[in-house]
């Protein structure tokens, strides 16, 4: 099961998001798929998971994101987001199997992602992420987790 790149079509994977994050990224896709790519992994003819990397600031940032956001692009960094599995295929690690597929696709880029949910870290940090900021809202806390390579000798 390897890593497929959509291109800029990225409506058979929007498909399998949720509709609120549907909502989001079909309205503006035209405006960033120039500087992002979708990547899924597929079952015979179905995706089961993806997610888009933005080699720029990717849409709808929060407050605190907006804060950020620019020293991770000045340092290459790209942003992974709406990483997805359909719930169809849930239990079978295509998360982590994405994750994977993407790290080894490009071995020397970093990413940096925002999660909402601090549930999500310990999945992010057993994939090679790890915490570097928290915001200081209480009442919608985001951590901003990166992943940087091993740089080898």
Do not use: C
Not at 8 to 18: A, E, K, Q, T, V
Not at 72 to 86: K, M, R, S
């Amino acid at each position: 099961m390897g890593l497929i790149n959509l291109r800029h079509d990225g409506h058979s994977f929007f498909n399998i998001l949720p509709d609120d994050w549907q909502d989001v990224i079909e309205s503006v896709w035209d405006d960033y798929k120039d500087n992002a790519s979708i990547y899924v992994l597929k079952e015979a003819m179905d995706i089961t998971a993806g997610g888009i990397v933005f080699r720029a600031a990717p849409p709808n940032m929060t407050d605190f994101e907006v804060e950020e956001w620019q020293k991770y692009v000045n340092a290459n960094f790209h942003y992974i987001g709406f990483l997805f599995v359909d719930p169809k295929y849930r239990g079978q690690s295509l998360g982590s199997k994405w994750l994977s597929a993407l790290k080894v696709q490009f071995p020397d880029q970093s990413y940096w992602l925002t999660i909402e949910e601090e549930g999500l870290r310990t999945f992010y940090e057993k994939n090679g992420f790890r915490s570097v900021s928290k915001s200081k809202d209480e009442d919608n806390p985001e951590w901003i987790l990166i992943y940087q390579p091993e740089k080898s000798n």
